[in-house]
């Protein structure tokens, strides 16, 4: 357990710099495997080790971005940089799929043998096992950081086994039966999953831009917290919220009684803000002091023009 809260605790820029040099390192492998087996199959798992890099390149930059301190022209901070990440990397995996297609095609169209096939399925094989390695830490990480770059990356790398694993079944598959066009149509396979990777991640980055509300659990965790205050002189209604990066963020109102002083419905607002922030780790929430016979209207038809 120990072991695997180390894992969890490793920064996302940290994770990010390793995942640039295993890139590096898993295109030299790669390509080597390439080069000895002239493999299409081999080839496409190739070019997709150059967008690993790419990825991890952008997304270190944009994770640092992230982490400046709000200013004057982006006073709720710069979180949203890492959905930018997230959706070039969706990008560039699909760049990077029908380039593999097109590879492919022209095999089918001009068969060749695989060479020394040994060699090439074991450095295949051990850059997958690295790649395996990192997506796992990765993804550990990404989650207790909240970090959409990191979660990207590591969800792509997870990809890039699986295209590894269906490429070397391929492979060993031309070797038993020795039909040479399933090479080039285990390649088209791989670059039509990394389609359909590439179109997750572009979706889910767009979603992030979008201000999505909060995940239901968190949501629920929020309600359970303004429960605890909630009785016949308070009450809390328009509830809204969304997701900035790693930022929670959740906007309300709080309604009391009219003759409350000023300082003591501070204080109350004080109290409900800090138990919020306390049971939802990063959550920034603003509330609006209201009377209990003043309603806001947000939903008039005037309001939404």
């Known amino acids: 357990m120990a072991r695997l809260s180390r894992v969890e605790d490793l920064s996302p820029q940290l994770l990010l710099r390793v995942s640039i040099g295993v890139a590096v390192l898993t295109i030299v492998l790669k390509s080597l495997a390439w080069w000895i087996t002239d493999s299409v199959g081999l080839l496409s798992d190739a070019m997709e080790s150059f967008v690993n890099l790419a990825s991890a390149v952008f997304a270190l930059v944009m994770v640092i971005i992230a982490r400046r301190p709000a200013d004057a022209?982006?006073?709720?901070?710069?979180?949203?940089?890492?959905?930018?990440?997230?959706?070039?990397?969706?990008?560039?995996?699909?760049?990077?799929?029908?380039?593999?297609?097109?590879?492919?095609?022209?095999?089918?169209?001009?068969?060749?043998?695989?060479?020394?096939l040994g060699w090439g399925l074991a450095l295949s094989v051990l850059s997958s096992a690295i790649n395996a390695a990192l997506a796992w830490a990765m993804l550990r990480s990404g989650r207790k950081h909240r970090s959409i770059a990191l979660e990207g990356d590591a969800r792509h790398l997870i990809t890039d086994v699986w295209t590894s694993a269906g490429v070397v079944v391929g492979i060993t598959l031309v070797a038993v039966t020795e039909w040479q066009w399933l090479d080039p149509?285990?390649?088209?396979?791989?670059?039509?999953?990394?389609?359909?990777?590439?179109?997750?991640?572009?979706?889910?980055?767009?979603?992030?831009?979008?201000?999505?509300a909060l995940e239901a659990d968190v949501m629920q965790e929020i309600e359970k917290t303004l429960a605890g205050f909630q009785h016949s002189t308070i009450r809390f209604d328009h509830i809204s919220s969304r997701r900035s990066g790693q930022r929670r963020f959740v906007d309300l109102h709080m309604h009391m009684p009219a003759s409350w002083s000023l300082g003591r419905a501070a204080a109350v607002r004080g109290s409900v803000e800090q138990a919020l922030m306390s049971a939802v780790p990063g959550l920034r929430a603003t509330i609006q002091l209201l009377p209990n016979d003043v309603e806001a209207h947000f939903d008039d038809e005037k309001d939404l023009i």
């Open 73 to 116: 022209e982006h006073p709720y901070g710069h979180h949203k940089a890492e959905y930018f990440s997230s959706g070039f990397e969706g990008l560039l995996i699909m760049v990077a799929a029908l380039g593999i297609i097109l590879a492919a095609t022209q095999r089918i169209l001009h068969p060749q043998a695989i060479e020394q």
């Open 185 to 212: 149509a285990v390649a088209i396979g791989v670059a039509l999953n990394i389609l359909r990777e590439g179109a997750a991640l572009m979706w889910k980055s767009s979603q992030g831009l979008m201000d999505e």
